[in-house]
């Protein structure tokens, strides 16, 4: 994937989709919005969102789902990543769902990767090759 803001490598099988909520495509505010899926009974998600950083937002952890998840340590797991050369925020969830999630703070743009399933090892390897590819355009 190459876009305005970022670039990144995700699987051939990959399912690019559109967000939807009752089954109605959902418009982004965002700067740059990717979503797709791979496999099919293990099924992993993907959700990459570029936004513009507001007035009040100076560094990632201004920003509310940042903060959300610092507030809920017992339910999340937390750790400085770097990617591209930029620090960033690390999370990770163990529940039914698992979630990785990583957020960047570049240029006055809050960058968040998201994947999520139920498969650890193809949910953590799908991750880690995104993030391990991913440039900061």
Do not use: H
Request: proline fraction near 3%; charge should be neutral; aromatic fraction near 10%.
């Amino acid at each position: 994937y190459k876009g305005k803001y970022i670039s990144f490598l995700y699987p051939a099988a990959a399912e690019i989709t559109t967000l939807k909520t009752n089954g109605i495509p959902v418009l982004s505010s965002g700067l740059e919005n990717i979503y797709f899926s791979v496999g099919d009974s293990a099924r992993i998600n993907v959700t990459i969102t570029i936004s513009q950083a507001s007035s009040a937002e100076t560094s990632i952890i201004d920003d509310p789902a940042v903060r959300l998840r610092q507030l809920q340590k017992d339910l999340y797991k937390q750790t400085e990543v770097t990617v591209d050369g930029q620090p960033g925020l690390e999370f990770e969830k163990n529940d039914q769902v698992i979630e990785k999630i990583a957020f960047f703070f570049v240029n006055n743009k809050i960058y968040t990767f998201a994947v999520d399933g139920s498969d650890r090892k193809s949910m953590t390897d799908l991750y880690n090759k995104i993030i391990l590819s991913l440039k900061f355009l």
